[in-house]
């Protein structure tokens, strides 16, 4: 019987997840494959012993233990960071061993270098727990919407920032109470910056345009704005107007130019994507040939992630057993072919906006308000006035139609300048969905 | 440059959907597989000329002329039906061509003929398109949910049944005169008898089981029933216990049987299921490590098959080219593993159901027909009971907790022999989440 060997460079959350995928699902990759897949090898720093169940694996404190065994043909590493993650997968593929990881960060700034190294050894390299955890989103995207000019991508991303919105928005609690309790729970990390400021999500949205476009887009590509400013009273007023707040990867093919945006979003209560809720993640293309496409699942955790890392596992298994390696390119394009991002501008971006003008509750506030947004050519669709207490300045909210992000910053920074604005303006961009 | 030869017998609307995706993605194609995929030849008995940008491509009436040409490596069958599709896809097999269709009827009757054929003569069968229109529901399943045991299947698998309880839903227009809606508007068949009784979503349902579980499903595995007898006044109360009601597919697997059904359901109405509206498809699948994936999009028309088939074509293509037919079987299994199936018995089932009885509007009458459910241990959650004019039946509306199918049966029987009955009674099995 043939088999493909596996050397696992981290025992951790998804490690763990991946050698009980591999154990408990054994019987049925042999019987699809048509071979063994076995995890031979465990390298980890911080681990003295295996589980019983393990019994047959070697350990090491080591990870060059598994790219100098010869008989190794996929190493996987899982300890996710920049280093030593990235100097463990160049030598890895140095030593002709294909990779699978799950490393977003990764990939997202030094993508370039290692899927040209892994040209250059004719190796593969596997990535599809990076994004959507046990989603099949990048096969999805780089075999079975093959045929698709990919018109745009929209996506929740990140299970965690979507656990805290789903949270506020349920039970109207504030940002940083649902933050802590997230933390107590697991739900977020001690350091929950990556999550809540976009920059997980934006590692996702360069991997993902990355493929779709063929285009090597890194994460510095990208502008992203974060859920920490969102307040709960943010939330009640999308409500009113019809929307729920979620934090987007939002980008648009034109063509010559592309976007690339991760912030928060107002989302129409009837899309789909405003129902997403808790700890899943969607991922939305609009393909030219396809339409409409929505993938949805567990974008993180132990089995989901360990599901999507073993199916990149078995995959390049069979290419090893039919010897058709690189049968389908790490990027989806042929190398020869990816080209350069040229990025929209964000203050050529337009579309609705909500914000929220903090103001001492005087005469003729709302005329000079509405004044100025009038006069950066900002028109505006509805508004409404709350005040809670009588002494306290008050909310005014605003809906605004179609209007250019240039105008609209150079108007808040003008309504933020007077004596009368108490807190700087909120602004939340609207999803509208004929913007395709 | 390679290139990859496709023959396309049948030029209706998804060959014409297919012929139009290989020509506008020529390009796309050619950057990602590295070589050209062509539509070289299109046979179609009823088509005289092909369009002006289909110059280069050879137009016959005879099927054999595209088995026969050595140049081809890929045969699409479009046509649909069991013959003479079938026969001239075992004609293709026999040539050693590859084959792609997306004949789901033939799949689900006369599958393992054709797999059988297609092992013995070492080429690759292409159905993504049979399943879900554009969205890769099979590629997901076979590769990026490889290292799962599916629990359960779930899906909205018909656009025609799903726009016709849509419509109903949404403007409470009664099931006759939303379908002749649909036919004047070409989003039903002159015939819809496959689309609303259910046999069309029982075709794909015998598709999906057979990858997900390694077995031979056959379509007349599945209890299969329509949508002609929902009622606006079911969609009414559905809605007023929290509940749409959706054509769903329905598979869950215990292991040494499996549970196959096509039955109009209601689905609690925060259920993903549950706000799939018009023509539009989704497929759920609980694996053991992925837990849920949803997988949305358009289920039928020109383009998002055309998309799919082209995937097909495209995958096949790679096969080719790196010398790795059928390196993912067709049916996901390797072929000596594929067992037969043990289908429940539809009497075994469980679940909570929905009753709409017609009865005359006499005392006690209520109290009898409760009771006859007790005596089947059908235990009643709660009752409306409506009349909208004095002299005629009222409708008395139960919503059961988990009871037996058996139990059901005999007691509607009963019911419906009483001589204050003046109608058969509705029922209409209600979707739980924790069933799984």
Redesign the interface.
């Known amino acids: 019987m043939k088999e493909i060997r596996v050397g696992l460079i981290g025992f951790g959350t998804v490690g763990k997840g991946l050698a009980a995928?591999?154990n408990?699902?054994k019987d049925?990759?042999r019987?699809?494959?048509?071979a063994s897949v076995t995890l031979t090898r465990v390298a980890d720093i911080g681990v003295k012993e295996l589980p019983e169940q393990y019994r047959s694996v070697t350990l090491s404190h080591d990870a060059g233990d598994i790219f100098t065994d010869p008989d190794i043909d996929i190493v996987v590493e899982l300890i996710g960071g920049i280093e030593p993650a990235k100097s463990f997968i160049l030598t890895a593929i140095e030593n002709g061993k294909h990779v699978v990881s799950a490393n977003k960060a990764l990939f997202a700034s030094h993508g370039r270098e290692i899927f040209a190294a892994a040209i250059k050894h004719n190796v593969e390299i596997g990535f599809?727990a990076s994004v959507g955890?046990?989603?099949?989103v990048i096969?999805?995207l780089?075999?079975?919407?093959?045929?698709?000019?990919i018109e745009s991508i929209r996506g929740i991303l990140n299970g965690t920032a979507n656990y805290i919105l789903t949270r506020m928005t349920d039970h109207g609690t504030p940002f940083a109470e649902v933050l802590k309790d997230a933390q107590a729970k697991g739900f977020a990390e001690a350091d929950p910056t990556y999550d809540i400021e976009g920059i997980d999500t934006a590692h996702k949205l360069a991997i993902l345009m990355s493929i779709a476009y063929?285009l090597h887009v890194s994460v510095d590509d990208i502008t992203t704005e974060g859920i920490s400013k969102i307040e709960p009273i943010d939330i009640d007023f999308a409500r009113e107007f019809g929307y729920r707040i979620k934090l987007l990867a939002i980008s648009h093919n034109h063509g010559d130019h592309v976007e690339a945006r991760v912030h928060p979003t107002m989302v129409p209560e009837d899309h789909?994507l405003a129902?997403i809720n808790g700890a899943f993640n969607a991922i939305e293309f609009i393909?030219?040939?396809?339409?409409?496409?929505?993938?949805?699942?567990?974008g993180a955790?132990m089995?989901?992630t360990?599901?999507?890392v073993?199916?990149d596992v078995?995959?390049i298994g069979?290419?090893i057993l039919?010897?058709?390696v690189n049968?389908?390119?790490a990027l989806?394009?042929?190398p020869e072919?990816i080209g350069e991002p040229h990025i929209t501008p964000l203050s050529e971006l337009t579309c609705p906006y909500y914000f929220r003008v903090t103001a001492l509750d005087k005469p003729g506030v709302l005329s000079k308000i509405s004044g100025i947004f009038g006069q950066h050519n900002i028109s505006i669709k509805s508004v409404i006035q709350k005040s809670r207490h009588a002494d306290e300045p008050v909310h005014i909210v605003l809906q605004s139609h179609s209007a250019s992000e240039a105008d609209v910053v150079k108007a808040i920074n003008e309504i933020d300048a007077l004596d009368i604005c108490t807190a700087p303006t909120m602004k939340i961009r609207i999803l509208i969905d004929d913007e395709d």
Chains 1, 2 share one sequence.
């Open positions: 995928t591999l408990t699902q049925r990759i019987k699809r494959v048509g599809e955890g046990g989603i099949p096969k999805s780089k075999e079975g919407l093959v045929a698709n000019r063929g789909m129902n393909g030219d040939t396809v339409g409409d496409i929505l993938l949805y699942g567990q955790g089995m989901p360990g599901s999507a073993a199916a078995v995959d069979r290419n039919s010897g058709a049968r389908v390119p989806s394009c042929q072919f």
